[in-house]
Nanobody
Framework: QVQLAESGGGLVQAGGSLRLSCVAS????????MGWFRQAPGKERDFIAA???????SYADSVKGRFTISRDNAKNTVSLQMNSLQPEDTAVYYC??????????????????WGQGTQVTVSS
């Protein structure tokens, strides 16, 4: 298990951009598959984007072309660049990690570690 901490959330107008970051503890970050999920009040936690230990990426259809996930193993970080934000993107965004994950993981139950979440609010 790795300790994760998200940052970068905030309030932004529709059409604007935010960059979320997730910093991991420890020295084994490079062997973790990483993902971003989001959850709005009363809703289930939804898959947004993931990046494998081999740097393969995958995105939910709702964010494809607008969001970009990346990782920097030297800095133990995974980031989510969010462009063209819309009010429906409003949610708490969570960083997640899966130790020894070789591929892309799409469901929350596949992940071992979670951050505390960071609020993203998009106003119209």
């Amino acid at each position: 298990q790795v300790q994760l901490a998200e940052s970068g959330g905030g309030l932004v107008q529709a059409g604007g951009s935010l960059r979320l970051s997730c910093v991991a503890s420890g020295r084994t970050f490079s062997i973790y598959g990483m993902g971003w999920f989001r959850q709005a009040p009363g809703k289930e936690r939804d898959f947004i984007a993931a990046i494998s230990r081999s740097f393969s990426t995958s995105y939910a259809d709702s964010v494809k072309g607008r969001f970009t996930i990346s990782r920097d193993n030297a800095k133990n970080t995974v980031s989510l660049q969010m462009n063209s934000l819309q009010p429906e993107d409003t949610a708490v965004y969570y960083c997640a990690g899966k130790r020894t994950g070789w591929g892309i993981h799409y469901i929350p139950a596949d992940y071992d570690s979670w951050g505390q979440g960071t609020q993203v609010t998009v106003s119209s």
